[in-house]
């Protein structure tokens, strides 16, 4: 099957979510990536887990979602020889990714000054949590540091909560795809010009770029905003916006006509909130009128008689739902891959669509240095000596 990315090598030295991430889209598109690990424990994301449980015993979520179609090779970044064989690497590499704190690649040996110079036309694509440079350079950078820090969690919540933190990580999603759009552009531009160059991409920016229309209202107004104390679920938002009860659950009303809603809520005396100066500096009274209403009846008839007036609805699930909608079953959403010690495992599947290069899973999420050997045979290594390597604690693998 042709693929997009066919013919480009990543040499990525990243862990955690943001850099795996990044790189995992990459190979799904069909880049060759080399995932750079330490010795024996390899990525530290594979010691984490969620709910105090491994999947099949041994195996973490957090490093199973983030690392299919990707080789590993185990290294000690410390050891000369080992730097001779990464530079060799790096001579047929593309794209360098990597998130460790800023100056730590520098120390190693592997900056961007040191492997530019063994090949002119790398890309080197840099992940950090407040930047290379400035006051919090030394900061650790993390989902929730940062979800904190950019006032995503202040922004959630009602109004007498304390701030609330996301569901899920998102900064460290976005800044993957700030890294993924980034090298892309670096590859096109490689293209046309023979340079590469340097990519930096930070979890702050990133997070700053989710929230882009709020700062727009806020750098330009005096407006004052407040969370609303009811099920209004944006801060800046009037009401309807919003999730409200119903008799067996939960409907997210978003958009349309508040005039239609009215009508599909069959209670004219809501009009009275047809006003949207009204429908804002009142919302939780505006929201819990609607929600004396929506709470009489089921979510399915709610879906049903506002869908059929063009209302922007949708059912309220639980996240254990999802793959049991029969739209998310027709779009292929849950995927599955094959590892070779632990079985069968289902995951989220590549999430876009491409008529001739569709991205698919070949590759389960490697064990630590699972190709180690493999990817020393690709630099003409002969047996003997990828032997040596193994019994000098050079390199390390899992078989």
């Known amino acids: 099957m042709k693929k997009a990315l066919e013919g480009i090598t990543i040499l990525d030295f990243s862990q955690f979510l943001a850099g795996p991430f990044a790189t995992m889209m990459l190979a799904d598109m069909g880049a060759s990536v080399i995932k750079v690990e330490r010795l024996d424990v390899g990525d530290n994301f594979r010691t984490h887990t969620f709910c105090n449980e491994f999947l099949k015993?041994?195996?973490?979520?957090?490093?199973?979602?983030?690392n299919r179609n990707k080789r590993s090779i185990a290294i000690d970044l410390k050891n000369p020889k080992a730097k001779e064989i990464l530079y060799k690497l790096v001579e047929k590499t593309d794209v360098v990714v990597e998130n460790f704190r800023p100056g730590v690649m520098d120390k190693l040996g592997f900056g961007y000054e040191d492997l530019k110079k063994i090949n002119p036309r790398l890309i080197y694509a840099s992940n950090s949590g407040f930047g290379s440079s400035g006051p919090y350079v030394k900061r650790p950078g993390q989902d929730l540091l940062l979800q904190s820090f950019v006032g995503l969690a202040g922004l959630t919540g009602r109004k007498n909560d304390p701030p609330t933190p996301l569901g899920t990580g998102l900064p460290d999603q976005l800044s993957s795809f700030h890294l993924v759009y980034g090298i892309l552009s670096a590859l096109i531009y490689c293209q046309r010009t023979g340079e590469g160059q340097r990519i930096e991409v930070d979890l702050m920016r990133s997070s700053m770029a989710l929230e882009s229309q709020e700062f727009m209202m806020l750098l330009?107004?005096?407006?004052?905003?407040?969370?609303p104390d009811s099920g209004i679920a944006h801060p800046f938002q009037m009401a309807p916006f919003g999730i409200y009860r119903c008799s067996d659950g939960y409907l997210a009303i978003a958009m349309g006509p508040f005039e239609v809603l009215v009508d599909a809520l069959g209670d004219p005396d809501l009009l009275c909130y047809a006003d949207p100066t009204v429908r804002y500096e009142r919302r939780d009274e505006v929201f819990a009128a609607i929600e004396a209403v929506t709470s009489t009846k089921t979510v399915d008839h709610w879906l049903e008689t506002m869908l059929s007036r063009d209302l922007w609805v949708a059912p309220v699930k639980?996240?254990?739902e999802v793959e049991f909608d029969p739209q998310v079953q027709h779009m292929h959403a849950i995927g599955s891959f094959e590892h070779r010690k632990a079985g069968t495992f289902r995951c989220v599947a590549p999430a876009i669509t491409m008529s001739e290069t569709q991205p698919t899973i070949d590759l389960a999420p490697p064990m630590v240095g699972e190709h180690s050997r493999?990817?020393?045979r690709e630099l003409s290594m002969s047996e003997a000596q990828i032997e040596e390597?193994?019994?000098?604690?050079?390199?390390?693998e899992e078989i």
């Not at 015993?57 to 983030?66: D, I, K, L, T």
């Not at 330009?220 to 969370?227: G, I, M």
């Not at 390597?389 to 390390?396: A, M, P, Q, Y």
């Open 374 to 376: 493999e990817i020393l």
């Open 318 to 320: 639980d996240i254990t």
């Open 57 to 66: 015993g041994h195996s973490s979520p957090n490093y199973m979602a983030w």
């Open 220 to 227: 330009n107004s005096d407006v004052k905003y407040e969370r």
């Open 389 to 396: 390597l193994l019994n000098e604690h050079i390199i390390s």
